[in-house]
């Protein structure tokens, strides 16, 4: 893969819009339970919702359309190389592929339990949102870490492209 010295423009939105997306859906995502088994058993909900299931449904596909789009693009125009040497690059590097595994992860867990009907990966789906959102939150109490602690340029070079 190529190396460049920083992101650019369309990685750094496609990171900010994926995070701001998965952070909606995770919230966004309470009835799902009920809205499933509606649509699974074709039966009209005795109890009024307050959510949209389509909405849930549509705002993950695209968060795993801008994680395929964000994956060819490192692939196309490569990434800066992790900051820091020793443990550090490595444990940037794994947490990098870890959270790239959950953002396919979880989307497509929750498509299969949806469009195919595999009630038991429901379950599993919901496991991996949860582990996502606190991977994520992990990782972003890293970034700030590096701003305000370590004080180098590990997330201004997230902010403004090169
Ligand atoms: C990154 C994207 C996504 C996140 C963060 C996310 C998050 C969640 C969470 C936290 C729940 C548990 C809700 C609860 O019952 O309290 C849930 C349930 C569910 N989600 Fe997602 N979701 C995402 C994408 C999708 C997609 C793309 C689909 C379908 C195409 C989907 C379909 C479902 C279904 C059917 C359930 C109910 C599962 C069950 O109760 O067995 N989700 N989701
Ligand atoms: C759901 C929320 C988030 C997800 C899923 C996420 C995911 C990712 C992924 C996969 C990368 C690797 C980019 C690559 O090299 O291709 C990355 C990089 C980065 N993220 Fe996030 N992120 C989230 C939220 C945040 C937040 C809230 C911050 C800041 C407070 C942040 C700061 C950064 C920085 C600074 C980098 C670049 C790290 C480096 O260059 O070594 N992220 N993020």
Do not use: C
Request: net charge positive; no cysteine; hydrophobic share 50%.
């Amino acid at each position: 893969m190529k190396t460049r010295t920083g992101y650019s423009s369309l990685q750094i939105l496609l990171h900010w819009a994926t995070a701001l997306l998965v952070v909606f859906n995770w919230f966004y995502s309470d009835g799902m339970g009920r809205a499933l088994r509606v649509h699974m058993d074709g039966v009209a909900s005795t109890r009024p919702s307050s959510m949209n299931p389509d909405i849930h449904v549509w705002t993950g596909l695209a968060v795993l359309a801008l994680v395929l789009l964000r994956l060819a693009l490192r692939a196309v125009q490569g990434t800066p190389p992790a900051v820091g040497d020793g443990w550090m690059r490595r444990a940037a590097t794994w947490a990098h592929r870890l959270l790239y595994v959950l953002l396919l992860a979880t989307p497509l867990l929750g498509a299969a339990t949806w469009f195919g009907g595999l009630k038991a990966l429901g379950d599993l789906h919901e496991l991996a949102a949860n582990t996502l959102l606190g991977v994520a939150g992990a990782h972003a109490a890293v970034a700030l870490w590096h701003h305000y602690v370590l004080h180098d340029r590990v997330l201004t070079r997230m902010v403004r492209p090169e």
